[in-house]
């Protein structure tokens, strides 16, 4: 891969950086919920998975020799870490964990959908979607994860073909329909924020053959 910093590697970087952003999210509020043991517990996973990403510019950060590797290191990172504080959030508190950490996500996908309604309020299906992926962490860009199968403007189907997420999750012996749970209503809330004549869905395909995502009209 090139040396050269280019639009697509600030662009997953920004995703990385929101993504971690719901992990210190749920520490606030859990521990406005159950004091500073939530903290404690946040510190130490941090050092055991690996450290936020300091709030500096990437080209200040990043290994230019290996931008693709520093990349990825940094989801592995972000995805581990955020998968095993929850588990251990959830093993310290119970599951009242589980609808705190939904709020932030559901707050954090309506802010992002505001943001992008604020530039233009009557954005197709098509261009929600575009949109979505540009907030959505959902690995590298050369991963392909999603197989588009209707694009139209009042609606757009999406496939997922494999599901990079669940890795994390079961290593940290989550259950993953916890993380699917917190995704979804993150992209649901994301999608009628940008445009409230939207809504989302979700179905699994049965198995672990994935899901059939669609945006459509309410």
């Known amino acids: 891969m090139s040396a050269f910093l280019g639009p697509v590697h600030h662009w997953l970087f920004n995703k990385i950086r929101l993504f971690e952003e719901l992990e210190k ?13 939530v903290k404690v517990i946040s510190d130490s996973m941090e050092k055991q998975y690996g450290q936020f990403i300091p709030n500096q510019p990437l080209e200040t950060l990043i290994d230019t020799n290996n931008i693709h590797g520093w990349l990825q290191n940094k989801i592995v990172i972000a995805e581990t870490r955020q998968a ?33 309604n604020d530039q233009s309020n009557s954005l197709s299906a098509i261009d929600i979607y575009k949109q979505l992926n540009d907030y959505l962490l959902d690995g590298m860009p050369c991963d392909h994860v999603n197989n588009l199968t209707v694009a139209e403007p009042t609606h757009l189907k999406w496939n997922t073909v494999r599901c990079l997420h669940q890795p994390y999750w079961l290593e940290a012996g989550v259950d993953v329909n916890t993380m699917y749970q917190l995704r979804f209503a993150w992209i649901k809330s994301f999608i009628e924020a940008a445009n409230p004549t939207f809504t989302y869905h979700v179905e699994g395909k049965g198995g672990n053959d994935g899901f059939v995502h669609s945006i459509v009209t309410k």
Request: proline residues 0%; contains cysteine; negative net charge.
């Open 25 to 37: 999210n749920i520490t606030i509020e859990l521990t406005k919920e159950y004091g500073e043991e």
């Open 84 to 116: 095993a504080t929850l588990k251990k959030f959830i093993d310290q508190f119970g599951n009242g964990v589980i609808s705190i950490a939904e709020s932030v996500f559901l707050q954090q996908g309506t802010d992002c959908g505001k943001a992008v």
